[in-house]
């Protein structure tokens, strides 16, 4: 019986020049659709050799389980998605989205030759972070800046270049961590410095990092906590303070600034996010912070300060391993020329995100909606609320507006699922066994397509 089965299973060959299997197969690679036929008819003859195919699929059926498992093989792992969790800065989908400018920026150097370590006017070589660091200088007011990988990369080779065999005294309210196991005393132990915790969670004085400078002390550090808050009975210590406190014992200050602003946030209705041009006004020696959180560029650590003490850095060996490439480069410069250029606001994904006004998220959220009423989809704008995301602005929400869909055809659970595993990808939420999506990050030329697959699923 098991034999005549396994007979009755087509022959690789065959199967791959039939017209129903190149048909169904159009467009995709051969030695992907080869693989998939492969593994589909080995899964098949097992299947019936472990008694649990007792039927073979026909030919149509088979060439669509083929095709289907072909085309899901040619889809690349990192792929983009549409975002309608409304978290601007989610970490795990890529945090900020780069500029129109810097995506082009990043394209024009990454398939061709580029001026990356390339002097032209003089027609000899070049420094990597000049392309960046003059614009840095000039938006920030610091004297000399340097970019790395990230800034935790920053930060360990802030530390290890300025505190290693020493102690560097922190606020006891600011040892954060931070997502994927991030932790400041961590790192600090890495770069064998010694963390001096001072203060209490609720309270630092002044009389606290005083009393913790001693003649191993290398520098007083300052780290933002970006991604929680302690609210209540606080106190902690005005930079300006730390700085003189610091300068007069002729130590360093430095700053793990986190999200690192480069624009005033309170026209946006949020506050209290520190700039980083503030920390550099206040005096503070070295200050650290990442590019693709709230500057809406690359992913990049990017370091500003004292000249002196930047160099160090530059001339330090673990900066030739934390370098970033020329695609790195080219989005950081672009985003930065956006600043300089005084166009950020509209330029830049990250900031018009949060720019945009709850009157524009209804109207945006009413239009989404429209579109899936006409098509006999349930849905409703509901009012909601948002969080920045990326550890910034943690205690903030803003109000914004969303899309709740009521599904017909399957459950809420089964309608995430469809839209979270589609060739592109829609994230959304469910609450009260509703189906959300978040206008705030979703943009205008989506809507088609979210649109067009809630009417194919929710229906
Ligand atoms: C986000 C953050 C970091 C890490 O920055 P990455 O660019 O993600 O490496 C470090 N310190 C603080 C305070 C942060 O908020």
Redesign the pocket.
């Known amino acids: 019986m098991d034999n005549q089965i396994l007979r009755g299973i087509p022959k690789v060959d065959e199967l791959l020049k039939s017209s129903a299997l190149q048909a169904a197969c159009r467009g995709l690679a051969s030695q992907t659709v080869t693989e998939t036929v492969r593994q589909v008819l080995e899964e098949l003859r097992g299947g019936v050799l472990a008694g649990e195919i007792a039927e073979l699929p026909d030919s149509q059926a088979l060439c669509a389980r083929i095709a289907a498992r072909a085309r899901a093989a040619s889809l690349p792992s990192l792929r983009s998605v549409i975002n309608g969790t409304g978290v601007v800065l989610h970490t795990n989908l890529g945090r900020a989205c780069l500029s129109g400018r810097a995506a082009a920026a990043v394209e024009a150097v990454a398939g061709n030759y580029s001026t990356l370590e390339y002097d032209v006017a003089h027609g000899r070589r070049g420094l990597r972070y000049s392309h960046v660091e003059e614009l840095l200088c000039r938006l920030t007011g610091a004297e000399s800046a340097l970019v790395v990988n990230?800034?935790?990369?920053a930060?360990l080779l802030i530390l290890s270049a300025m505190a290693a065999g020493g102690e560097v005294p922190a606020s006891r309210g600011e040892l954060?961590e931070?997502?994927?196991s991030?932790r400041?005393p961590d790192i600090m132990e890495s770069c064998g410095a010694l963390l001096r915790e001072v203060g209490t969670t609720n309270k630092t004085h002044l009389s606290d990092y005083e009393r913790a400078i001693g003649e191993n002390t290398r520098a007083l550090m300052k780290?933002?906590?970006?991604?929680f808050r302690i609210v209540g009975f606080t106190e902690s210590v005005p930079l300006g303070e730390m700085v003189k406190l610091a300068h007069d014992h002729g130590l360093p200050v430095i700053e793990?600034?986190?999200?690192g602003c480069l624009v005033n946030l309170e026209q946006f209705g949020i506050h209290g996010e520190p700039t980083v041009q503030d920390s550099v006004r206040a005096g503070v020696d070295v200050i650290s912070f990442?590019?693709?959180?709230l500057l809406g560029g690359p992913?990049?650590?990017i370091i500003v300060g004292r000249r002196e003490l930047v160099e160090q850095l530059k001339n330090h060996p673990l900066t030739r391993a934390m370098r970033v490439d020329k695609m790195t480069l080219a989005a950081l410069e672009a985003t930065l020329r956006s600043y300089a250029d005084g166009t950020a606001a509209e330029e830049i994904p990250t900031l018009e995100m949060l720019a945009l006004t709850p009157d524009t998220l209804r109207a945006r959220a009413e239009n989404l909606c429209t579109m899936l009423t006409e098509r006999g989809v349930h849905a409703e704008v509901i009012p909601e609320q948002d969080q920045v995301g990326?550890?910034?602005v943690p205690t903030q929400l803003l109000p914004t507006c969303a899309v709740a869909v009521t599904p017909v055809g399957c459950s809420v659970d089964a309608l995430e699922e469809a839209m979270r595993v589609r060739e592109r990808p829609i994230i959304g939420r469910i609450a009260h066994d509703r189906y959300l999506l978040d206008v705030r990050t979703l943009r205008e030329d989506e809507f088609a397509c979210v649109a067009q697959a809630l009417t194919e699923t929710a229906l």
Do not use: Y
Not at 256 to 259: Q, V
């Open positions: 990230n800034n935790a990369a930060v954060v931070i997502g994927g991030f400041v780290v933002h906590t970006s991604n793990d600034l986190g999200s990442s590019g693709d959180k992913q990049a650590g990326g550890g910034s």
